[in-house]
């Protein structure tokens, strides 16, 4: 096996443009997938509701709207990323990828095209749907699928850069890989969240823009005003409030509905992303060090930092909008927002003071702190940022258990809320995508210095022996 | 007079006495107001559907009863012949590998139906004063099953029911204090041997059945007493006077509504219909179908048999049966040193007290699943854990 040595290009081809195009690619098709995830929802919801509820249905417009001005940029991305960086900078690899994971590939494409169809005609339709919402809903559902699948055949090639299993390329066991199917829990999940964190980031950002346009309006109009204002909008005879009114109280809706996305689906990423991390151990234990051990390490506190920070934020946000709304229990939320921002802190402290656990040997002080040492074994994975990742879990499912029983008590009204609150709901959707930012860096830069984890490093790019066949067989692809 | 009736209708030589012999029987034992009470019941009219999962349990469980005795007639537990009587019985009796199929595939789809079950009544919110011992007793008889499933799967003694023996008697050994005793207790010994067969033989036969049938009498006693609680919507109030519609309701409820010691508001469903026919047909519809797919499950698949058990083996990979693929991924994920005890005993027991005391923890008079998030969101999430772990349970397996 060679070593790794300084390859030709620069910083902007070999790093950055990567990082660049793929990262923004990668928010915008998770936006996607989980848009029309949401949107499926707030259509059933609306089409089962007596009363038809409109904000469901502006809702689910308003998602496919927003994909569709995305998805054009979305997909010149996709298409620019294969053609010009992959094909261009790291062409040797990439056909050799290619050649191992061409059905993949090719069945990405056949989703795409379905998706093209699909997404677009919903788009041009969607009024005229709204006649026949059964199909409307259905259309909405196939288009998710395909969406669904789209992402899975892109997940069999990343999960499989990071555990080949020895480049095995039989055709089943590239698909069963063993980060596979926990890559495409971990995303489906993920994809979900982000668009609810998105949209809880937009209505944070119109509540603030319309609430402002209300105030402005009770300045000039102050007979009108003095029914309309934030706090009263709820109270105000619908005859008499000005159109801001009713926006602010949509907005405010909107966005506590995708807070509710955006944490109750990452609550469940600690326990998704824990045996992701396991079958990284076991199948790519060099990967896994460099995480949990090497030059990664201190990354990953930033990622833990910002999982406790999404619940962090997400139960302050709840405790603001219950407390508005005069909702009993309010008071508890508010000590379980502080409880969350403790764990989190707690749960960020480095396990030792330098940038590697290496670092840490070479210096011969690996010993705690209190005996003249770098390390700190408070900041141990096991047991205590285990016991502190149960214990955010724990503490951020009660928030919003305790939150969503409140709204199912009617104990919650909306446009109530403070500008502030709209403030935090935009830190949520700032810090979920910026924690999808810093997955994507850790999870491309774990594998160094090999492209294919064990397989193929970056300095080759080029199987030299023991071309893999596009299907079938079991020859490995090896770096000689 | 008869004699002349008797040569009009010479089928009444049967049918006279019998229909005395049934009336001497019926005045001593009152069969004919039993069947009554039984049959004769009004059920709540909408989600008739999801009622049957109940009955298919019970069917399952009396399928499970006789595909065993037919078992036992060639089954001998010990470590020398078990393996040799259930090979026979594949290779030399005649469908005998067919009924070792149905008692598998009947054992599958037991623990399938039984947890939809319990997943609809959760649902239905069926659980609530004053039924929270109907949920008691059927989160026990899910335990049983449980158990009555994992002990059947040691019973085979071939390496996949020894190496499941081995992990499963080992697990007692990190509780606390007792472990090694309560480990020591069912294998008899330090190791897992002819005792360890014995002893888990005597459990699946006998301990477990006889629980499990006392816990079903309980169950379908508490059923009959308090009636079956259905969907919610079915206590949908349509006018606009609603407490004057649920006045009208209680007093032309058929028994066993009004239920008692209930709101007012649930004491009897808006519609109901008789147990017989109406539901009594979709129940035998599901379990007709249910007990026909295991029949040709059985009879297609019928049930492996491994190589006979050998301890000294280094190339035999055990694998959990599926639906103690959760657990065993769980056991997986959960770093052995110092938080095995926290992963095995701590947070499944904790899961399954909740299960079992849902009714006590659940205190709101809401019944619609929306309406009910703090018992909802919490469920979900469990239910996910358990799917999830099973599902990259089979991808490790995969892998190995």
């Not at chain 1, 098709?29 to 409109?54: C, H, K, P, Q, Y």
Request: hydrophobic share 50%.
């Amino acid at each position: 096996m060679s070593t790794s040595t300084q390859i030709g290009g620069n910083l902007l081809t070999n790093g950055l443009l990567v990082a660049v195009v793929a990262l923004v690619h990668i928010q915008i098709a998770a936006f996607l997938i989980g848009a029309s995830t949401m949107a499926i929802v707030s259509e059933t919801v609306s089409l089962v509701r007596r009363n038809r509820d409109e904000r469901h249905d502006r809702l689910a417009h308003g998602l496919i709207k927003s994909s569709i001005f995305i998805f054009g940029f979305g997909s010149a991305l996709a298409i620019f990323f294969v053609m010009f960086v992959l094909t261009g900078v790291w062409g040797k690899f990439f056909v050799s990828l290619q050649q191992i994971t061409f059905w993949v590939f090719f069945l990405e494409g056949i989703t795409f095209l379905f998706e093209i169809v699909l997404i677009y005609t919903l788009y041009a339709n969607w009024q005229r749907l709204g006649e026949h919402r059964k199909a409307r809903l259905g259309m909405l559902i196939l288009l998710n699928v395909v969406q669904w699948w789209q992402m899975f055949f892109i997940d069999i090639v990343a999960s499989f850069m990071v555990t080949p299993n020895g480049g095995d390329v039989n055709i089943l066991n590239l698909i069963l890989n063993p980060t596979s199917i926990v890559l495409t829990a971990h995303r489906t999940l993920g994809n979900i969240a982000w668009a609810g964190a998105a949209v809880a980031l937009v209505s944070g950002v119109q509540y603030l823009r319309v609430t402002r346009r209300l105030e402005t309006v009770r300045r000039t109009a102050p007979a009108t005003a003095a029914a309309a204002s934030v706090g009263a909008m709820a109270a105000s005879a619908a005859g008499s409030e000005p159109p801001e009114a009713r926006e602010a109280r949509y907005w405010d809706w909107a966005g506590q509905w995708g807070a509710v996305f955006a944490v109750g689906l990452t609550l469940l990423q600690p326990w998704v992303g824990y045996e992701y991390a396991k079958e990284i151990q076991l199948h790519a234990y060099p990967a896994w060090f460099n995480m949990m051990f090497g030059d990664l390490s201190n990354v990953f506190l930033v990622q833990i930092t910002l999982l406790g920070s999404i619940f962090t934020l997400g139960a302050a946000y709840f405790w603001r909008r219950m407390k508005a709304s005069g909702a009993p229990h309010a008071r508890r939320q508010g000590v379980v927002t502080a409880m969350l921002a403790f764990v989190t802190l707690f749960a960020a402290l480095p396990a030792w003071f330098a940038p590697t656990y290496a670092d840490v040997v070479t210096a011969h002080l690996d010993r705690p702190f209190w005996q003249g040492g770098l390390l700190n074994p408070f900041g141990n994975f096991i047991p205590y940022k285990v016991g502190a990742l149960f214990a955010m879990v724990m503490l951020a499912l009660w928030s919003l258990t305790a939150y969503m029983r409140a709204n199912s008590r009617d104990e919650l009204q909306a446009g109530r809320v403070g500008r502030r609150s709209a403030v935090i709901l935009i830190g949520l959707g700032a810090t979920v995508s910026v924690m999808m930012m810093v997955m994507g860096v850790i999870r491309e830069h774990a594998r160094q210095p090999y492209l294919i984890s064990g397989e193929l490093t970056i300095n080759n790019q080029q199987i030299l022996n023991n071309q893999p066949s596009a299907v079938g067989g079991s020859s490995g692809v090896t770096d000689r | 007079m008869n004699a002349f009736r008797t040569l009009l209708h010479p089928s009444r030589v049967v049918t006279v006495p019998l229909r005395n012999a049934y009336r001497w029987f019926d005045e001593r034992t009152g069969i004919t107001q039993l069947v009554h009470k039984g049959l004769y019941e009004a059920v709540p009219h909408s989600g008739g559907w999801a009622y049957t999962l109940g009955s298919a349990t019970l069917v399952l469980i009396l399928l499970q009863l006789f595909s065993g005795i037919f078992l036992l007639l060639d089954y001998v537990p010990s470590v020398e012949e078990a393996w040799q009587s259930l090979h026979f019985l594949q290779a030399q009796d005649a469908f005998g590998n067919w009924v070792r199929g149905l008692h598998l595939w009947g054992a599958y789809t037991l623990i399938l139906v039984i947890g939809l079950h319990a997943l609809r009544t959760f649902l239905s919110a069926s659980y609530k004063r004053p039924r929270e011992l109907n949920w008691m007793s059927g989160a026990l008889l899910f335990f049983l099953v449980l158990g009555l499933a994992i002990t059947g799967a040691m019973l085979p003694w071939d390496n996949a029911a020894y190496w499941t023996a081995t992990v499963v008697t080992n697990i007692l050994h990190y509780f606390p204090l007792i472990g090694d005793g309560l480990r020591q207790l069912w294998r008899g010994g330090t190791f897992v041997g002819p005792i360890t067969l014995t002893r888990t033989f005597a459990l699946h036969v006998w301990v477990l059945p006889f629980v499990l049938f006392a816990f079903i009498g309980a169950h379908l006693y508490l059923l009959r007493r308090h009636g079956e609680f259905g969907a919610w919507v079915n206590y949908n109030t349509e006018t606009d006077d609603p407490d004057k519609e649920i006045g009208e309701r209680i007093r032309n409820a058929e028994p066993p509504y009004p239920t008692k010691r209930i709101e007012r508001r649930y004491a009897a469903p808006k519609r109901t219909v008789d147990f017989f026919p109406d539901q009594l047909f979709k129940d035998t519809a599901v379990s007709v179908g249910l007990v026909a797919i295991i029949f040709i499950a059985g009879l297609i698949f019928g049930a492996t048999l491994d190589e006979p058990a050998d301890s000294a083996t280094l190339t035999y990979v055990p694998t959990p049966e599926w639906f103690y693929l959760p657990l065993d991924q769980f056991l997986v994920l959960t770093p052995h040193d110092p938080l095995i005890a926290v992963g095995i005993f701590v947070i499944v027991l904790a899961g399954a007290a909740a299960f079992f005391l849902l009714p006590f923890l659940d205190r709101s008079r809401e019944r619609r699943p929306t309406r009910r998030p703090e018992v909802l969101v919490p469920a979900l999430f469990m239910i996910f854990a358990v799917i999830f772990l099973a599902v990259l349970g089979v991808n490790r397996l995969y892998n190995l």
